[in-house]
């Protein structure tokens, strides 16, 4: 399996001023298709996960511009431009070969 | 629009098989390459893949839970299912049921707690 590590654990972030999270995958997802099947979802308080961040850098559609995903190979960063107060909840990496796995989570609170 | 329900008792008794079902509405189960996916998140926890079922009925399960899962699907009902068997307190969990397109995880039920305890 792919162990995905994820740092920090948790974050605490003035509104504002920037985040970012790490993602290291103990193999790459790229898979023999040429494309890199990693993901970052966030869990808001009290609701299922959403899928934020589509094949490292792909935002999607609702999604505002200040998430940006980046990253290759076995390293992949989630950082966020300018926190504010809706983004607070656990952002997790995940990654879509076999067996699908998932980083531990990062929980972003506010200051 | 796409959503996923899941239903099932909230209790179980160890030993014994949790079930679960999801009903998928706003699009059939069978139809666009879709696959079916149930995900768990122990309390307080992350997130585990448990398996998956196809649109045409093919199945793969994490290796972890392999021996205890069966995923099914029922297309005139527009369900997929979940059994886990031979249970313990270990399995106390949220289960999610989800769709997986194209190895992401796109649509998720609420959720829904299993408890196991005598």
């Known amino acids: 399996d792919i162990v995905m590590t994820q740092t920090p654990l948790s974050l605490s972030v003035t509104p504002g001023q920037p985040a970012s999270i790490s993602c290291k995958c103990s193999q790459s997802p790229l898979h023999s298709d040429g494309k890199t099947y990693l993901f970052w979802y966030l869990q808001k308080p009290g609701q299922s996960p959403q899928l934020l961040i589509d094949e490292v850098s792909s935002r999607l559609s609702a999604v505002p511009d200040r998430f940006s995903g980046s990253g290759s190979g076995t390293d992949f960063t989630l950082k966020i431009s300018r926190v504010e107060a809706e983004d607070v909840g656990v952002y997790y990496c995940m990654q879509g070969l076999h067996p699908r796995t998932f980083g531990q989570g990062t929980k972003v609170e506010i200051k | 629009q796409v959503q996923l329900q899941e239903s099932g008792p909230g209790l179980v008794k160890p030993s014994q098989t949790l079930s679960l079902t999801c009903t998928v509405s706003g699009g059939s189960i069978s139809g666009g390459g879709y696959y079916w996916s149930w995900i768990r998140q122990h309390p307080g926890k992350g997130l585990e893949w448990i398996g998956y079922i196809s649109y045409s009925g093919s199945t793969y399960y994490n290796p972890s839970l392999e021996s205890r899962v069966t995923i099914s699907l029922d297309t005139s009902k527009n369900q997929f299912s979940l059994n886990l068997n031979s249970v313990t307190a270990a399995d106390t969990a949220v289960y999610y049921c989800?769709?997986?397109?194209?190895?992401?995880?796109?649509?998720w039920g609420q959720g829904t707690l299993v408890s196991v305890s005598s």
């Open positions: 989800v769709r997986d397109y194209k190895r992401r995880f796109d649509y």
